[in-house]
């Protein structure tokens, strides 16, 4: 395995690296991910030096692979996180996450008179993605929920 | 048409637009008065609008169609806590068809994922009234001839106005020309204006509300309403504005016409309804013949 950085969180056997999280959106990561219900080893290091975030976090997960929409809704608070699939300390494959078109249920839509938030109505937003600015179209409302909004929520 | 449901005029391309108001006329010219027969439409109104509700009404009776439903939240199950996907799935087992108009936005768009059956959105909250939108563009089309390159003004309140975002969503498939008069509190919101400068069409803002309407193909009259304005000091300076009155009608052009989706309370003088500009109440009518073609359409009676 790659010496050095990944170090500074104990390495794992089995499972997944979330790197490149920046710090202040570790705990909405492991909200998002439902890491807080997961029932295998999970470490986490924070407020780590990152040149290009300035203060990362990681999260190393075992026995768990998460693929494609499952790890693709973090994109929202963490656009530029890397996935190292860990088997036998090695890594054996990379990815990044991808911003989806579609994202339910992780935030709150901004319109008190939403029908998801007076209704039992999962949230389904369209996602839009303007050179990098993220925000939410409600797929019910129409209305826009932006980053500001969002962080609040979730 | 490929919708089974009319929720959003964003959801309608041009074509399908363009359908509706041809099948419109269609329904004007030659009446059909047993389509709908052994057809039952229901009608919820989880808030009451007595106005839509007659034409839908008067819609479907005319086409030999039975009504069932409620005309506001307090003579329904609503009221006792019942969820809006279990009322809608119940009244799937009653009816073919189900227009409703529901406070929160975004209800219809809800309804129709757990409906079996059709749904029309006759309003959800400040969202969408796709219904007044193709009425409206039908009245254009009738008024004018055509849809394409018309200079339409829109006056009073731009800023909360569903009906005004609506039409101009609508009216940005065909070469419009805008111009929006409101006070200044009361502005078109950017997004809108966002849009047409994405598609290149022009528009223009004033807060004088003056003979400029001397290049209007349409003026279109909204209400502007008191509980909008968080000083009422500023209601009481524009109130009487953005008042139609028949002198301002002298020098408009000749196919003008003055819309207006109705109830008025004093944005258009009582003595502008003898000009024969005056389309409001015509307007209305055409609301019958627009709403029996979106509910023939998503019945499949009619391609
Ligand atoms: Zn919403």
């Known amino acids: 395995m790659t010496k050095g950085k990944q170090l500074s969180v104990s390495a794992i056997r089995n499972g997944t690296v979330i790197d490149h999280i920046p710090a202040k959106n570790l705990f909405r990561v492991i ?40 790890i693709n809704r973090i994109a929202l608070v963490a656009p530029e996180a890397r996935l190292n699939f860990i088997k036998d300390y090695e890594v054996v494959e990379k990815s990044i996450v991808k911003v989806p078109l579609e994202i339910s249920g992780i935030t709150k839509c901004v319109n008190p008179k939403c029908i998801t938030n007076n209704e039992d109505v999962m949230t389904k937003f369209h996602v839009i993605n303007k050179n990098g600015e993220i925000s939410l179209k409600c797929h019910y409302c129409e209305k826009i929920t932006d980053q500001e909004h969002m962080s609040a929520e979730i | 048409m490929n919708h089974r449901n009319l929720v959003s005029i964003n959801d309608f391309s041009k074509e399908e637009i363009l359908r509706i108001v041809e099948l419109a006329a269609e329904f004007e010219n030659n009446p059909k008065p047993g389509l709908l027969n052994g057809k039952v439409i229901a009608t919820l109104f989880f808030e009451p609008s007595t106005r839509t509700r007659l034409s839908f009404e ?42 409703m108009r529901h406070p929160l936005e975004g209800a219809a768009l809800y309804a129709s994922e757990v409906s079996s059956i059709p749904i029309v959105n006759a309003g959800d909250g400040a969202n969408q009234h796709p219904t007044q939108t193709l009425l409206d563009l ?93 000083d009422p000091m500023e209601y009481e300076k524009v109130k009487n504005v953005y008042v139609l009155k028949k002198e301002m009608l002298e020098n408009t052009k000749a196919n003008m ?41 998503l019945l499949g009676l009619i391609k």
Do not use: C
């Open chain 1, 31 to 70: 909200s998002i991910l439902g890491l807080d219900k997961f029932d295998h080893q999970i470490t986490f290091g924070t407020n780590l030096d990152s040149t290009k975030l300035g203060q990362k976090a990681i999260i190393k997960v075992s026995e768990k692979t998460f693929v494609g929409d499952e």
């Open chain 2, 58 to 99: 008067s819609a479907v009776n005319r086409l030999g169609g039975r009504i069932v439903g409620f005309t506001d939240a307090s003579s329904s199950s609503t009221s006792k806590g019942e969820s809006l996907k279990d009322t809608i799935l119940t009244v799937n087992n009653y009816s073919d068809l189900i227009v």
């Open chain 2, 257 to 297: 016409k003055v819309l207006h989706p109705l109830p008025r309370v004093n944005e258009i003088s009582t003595d502008v309804d003898d000009s024969e500009k005056a389309y409001y109440f015509t307007q209305a009518l055409n609301g019958v013949y627009t709403r029996q073609a979106i509910i023939a359409s």
């Open chain 2, 138 to 230: 039908y009245s254009i089309k009738k008024t004018q001839g055509s849809l394409e390159n018309m200079n339409i003004f829109l006056v009073g309140d731009l800023k909360y106005g569903r009906t005004v975002h609506s039409l101009l969503m609508a009216m940005s498939h065909f070469n419009a020309t805008f111009n929006f008069i409101s006070p200044p509190e009361l502005r078109m919101p950017d997004e809108y204006k966002m849009h047409l400068d994405n598609l290149g069409l022009k528009y223009y803002e004033h807060s004088d509300f003056t003979d400029i309407i001397s290049r209007a193909d349409i003026v279109y009259m909204t209400r502007v309403q008191r509980e909008r304005f968080s």
